[in-house]
């Protein structure tokens, strides 16, 4: 069984920056995709960013680009979101997922691609 656990969010200013950071555990393959989503209210969850984490290639969605870093740590179980220049549209619970099987490769972020979700944390930006 694969657990995921988020946190770091928080409440800020818009232009502020937080950090989120995800924990992997259980499981022993090596290469896979993770990846960030967010999820508003009345909105569809969207995929943010995502990284495989055997070479550490990542991909970003156009409206976080330059903004947002996604990174892991040399153990490949743990992920994090670098978030800057945070907006009141960045606004959102934002959940790490982990799609083992990688397919269709990175820029492929539908949720219903990823295999394990975590029960999110809450970014609130306020303008």
């Known amino acids: 069984q694969v657990n995921v656990l988020e946190s770091g969010g928080g409440s800020v200013q818009s232009g502020e920056s937080l950090k989120l950071t995800c924990v992997v555990s259980?499981?022993?393959?090596?290469?896979?995709?993770m990846g960030w989503f967010r999820q508003a209210p009345g909105k569809e969850r969207e995929g943010v960013a995502s990284?495989?984490?055997?070479?550490?290639?990542?991909y970003y969605v156009d409206s976080v680009k330059d903004r947002f870093t996604i990174s892991q740590d040399n153990d490949q179980n743990t992920l994090y979101l670098q978030m800057n220049s945070l907006k009141p549209e960045d606004t959102a619970m934002y959940y790490c997922?982990?799609?083992?099987?990688?397919?269709?490769?990175?820029?492929?972020?539908?949720?219903?691609?990823?295999?394990?979700w975590g029960q999110g944390t809450q970014v609130t930006v306020s303008s």
């Open positions: 997922a982990v799609d083992l099987l990688c397919s269709g490769g990175l820029r492929d972020m539908r949720a219903s691609k990823y295999d394990y």
């Open positions: 259980g499981s022993s393959k090596r290469g896979y995709c």
């Open positions: 990284i495989y984490t055997r070479d550490g290639n990542t």
